[in-house]
């Protein structure tokens, strides 16, 4: 009986093995082609790997002239800055949003949840022409006011949800003792919506740090990020810089997701949107 | 902020599609656009309908088995691999799939040497089909997670009940769970569309000669002919789209309602 159905069961495991190797190849082959782009020193048709390995391209990207470096440094300020500037608006709505009896709030939520809904295209492109005449193209503050007015959507969500995560009696508790609101508030309410505010933080850097379309239209032609000099080497037809820049643009993303697995519990997701 | 940085824009964008040179009201722009990027409009809806139905798919396929798949081994390798690309932007994927799916790429490698494929079929897939494949692979995880979320706070009576009544897994799935997670699928299948629709990055990458999707025909539009009005009228097109979509969504909504 038991011969019977490890028999019958074995084509059926074989068949989920091929099945999920070919996932994983759809998976990671494509991620795999790109990791061996950026060792590759030489890789012609029709070899199926390049025929060389070495690190010249990563000593030309990270070079004085080859511009990764201080793309990166402009990637990560323009992240740091939208990361204050959502927070800045965040916390202080979120809270409103999640404590004060405000009569529109649906109407709020939902204004805030419409540039998720619509293309952004038509967005950027008339921001750009906005700023292009107030002289705000190709500056830092206009790169960091467009992804800023992105990152906010996601913010404002998550810090409302944070906010209304914290146990209101904690608030009444501290209040009742005497404390000022803005004492209560900054040593009761603020270090319980903490996690929740951390991971809205890092969802921001990252939404900035990936950004494109924005950048490609109101930061041209001064402000170079990491995504827009991948672009131009890719376009430019180098596989390996802009495989290299790729990787350096991935760490990060990946890096933080496990981190944001972490801080943001099960019930503050389950408190978004609500 | 909200009304500065989308409200005005959009404004904008309407009142820029259809002011004529002498500021009086005219078609001018849209018949221009529509006389010019026909095609690319057409392949567009074309691109993100395809690739919002595969998504679809593929996303129902994965959490399906997630919920419903009896290989506890099998589930948990699967949970840990869908998920990668969701972390991944869309600049990046355009760059990955870009040399992915090349003619020397390694996709073809790996078909040629596995004798699937003659070395001299091998073909470049960066056309339609590698902006759709790169939209396949970077949505559907999306989809996916909140579809398998979805799934899982499903009451598992349920499923124990018609499981002893002796229905197979793939009745399961359509008859009890899917109908019931329906509109988180919805959800996020119109989210991602939206998405699809205003990516720059993918096709500039993948296929940047016409016809190629209307978000190049706009960037072009723009960049070397500093045409706004022609631009702004592809991009009330693109809003169009988003709203159709909007509106499929919204009566299939009412409609559940309506008979529950």
């Known amino acids: ?274 | 902020m909200i009304g500065a940085f989308f409200v005005l824009p959009l404004l904008m964008s309407a009142v820029l599609a259809f002011r004529a040179k002498d500021g009086g009201f005219t078609f001018a722009h849209f018949e221009k656009a529509w006389e010019l990027y026909r095609t690319d409009l057409l392949f567009t809806v074309g691109i993100t309908v395809l690739s919002t139905v595969l998504i679809g798919l593929v996303a129902i396929a994965i959490a399906g088995y997630l919920t419903l798949g009896e290989n506890p081994r099998a589930v948990a390798i699967l949970r840990w691999l869908y998920r990668w690309p969701l972390f991944i932007p869309f600049i990046v994927t355009g760059q990955v799939m870009r040399a992915f799916l090349a003619k020397n790429g390694m996709l073809n490698h790996v078909l040629i040497g596995s004798g699937l494929i003659d070395p001299l079929a091998a073909q470049s897939l960066l056309d339609w089909r590698g902006i759709v494949i790169a939209f396949v692979w970077k949505q559907a995880p999306f989809v996916t997670l909140l579809l398998a979320g979805a799934m899982a706070s499903l009451e598992p009576a349920q499923l124990e009940a018609a499981r002893n009544l002796g229905a197979t897994r793939l009745r399961l799935l359509g008859g009890i769970v899917l109908p019931q997670v329906r509109g988180t699928l919805m959800v996020g299948m119109v989210l991602s569309f939206v998405t699809m629709l205003s990516v720059l990055s993918v096709p500039l990458m993948i296929n940047p000669n016409s016809p190629t999707m209307i978000t190049v025909d706009i960037a072009y539009r723009i960049n070397t002919h500093s045409d706004y009005a022609v631009a702004n009228a592809l991009c009330l097109m693109s809003l169009l789209i988003a709203a159709g979509a909007a509106w499929i969504y919204l009566r299939h909504a009412s409609a559940r309602h309506a008979s529950a």
């Open chain 1, 1 to 274: 009986m038991t011969t019977m159905s490890i028999r019958t069961r074995w084509p059926q495991a074989l068949g989920m093995a091929v099945l999920l190797g070919l996932f994983a190849f759809a998976i990671f082959g494509p991620l795999a082609n790109l990791f061996l782009w950026a060792f590759a020193e030489k890789w012609y048709f029709p070899h199926k790997l390049p025929q060389e390995f070495g690190f010249s391209f990563w000593a030309r990207v990270f070079s004085p002239r080859g511009g990764a470096l201080t793309s990166l440094w402009t990637s990560i300020g323009i992240a740091l800055l939208t990361v204050v500037v959502s927070l800045a608006v965040a916390i202080p709505a979120g809270y409103a949003l999640a404590r004060l009896k405000l009569r529109w709030r649906g109407l709020i939520l939902f204004a805030f949840l419409l540039p998720q809904a619509i293309p952004n295209i038509p967005i950027y492109v008339n921001i750009a022409r906005i700023f292009y005449e107030i002289g705000l193209n190709g500056t830092i503050i206009g790169v960091v006011l467009v992804h800023a007015a992105h990152g906010l959507v996601l913010a404002v969500w998550i810090a409302s949800a944070a906010f209304a995560a914290v146990d209101i009696s904690l608030e009444e508790a501290s209040r009742n003792m005497g404390a000022t609101p803005w004492l209560c508030f900054r040593t009761v309410t603020l270090p319980l919506a903490a996690p929740g505010l951390i991971a809205s933080a890092i969802f921001v850097f990252l939404e900035s740090l990936d950004e494109f379309t924005g950048t490609y239209f109101v930061g041209v032609p001064d402000v170079t990020t990491l995504p827009l000099l991948m672009f131009n080497a890719s376009m430019g037809g180098n596989y390996q810089i802009a495989s290299i820049t790729a990787l350096l643009l991935l760490i990060p993303s990946i890096a933080f997701m496990f981190v944001v697995e972490r801080f943001l519990k099960a019930d503050v997701l389950a408190g978004v949107g609500r």
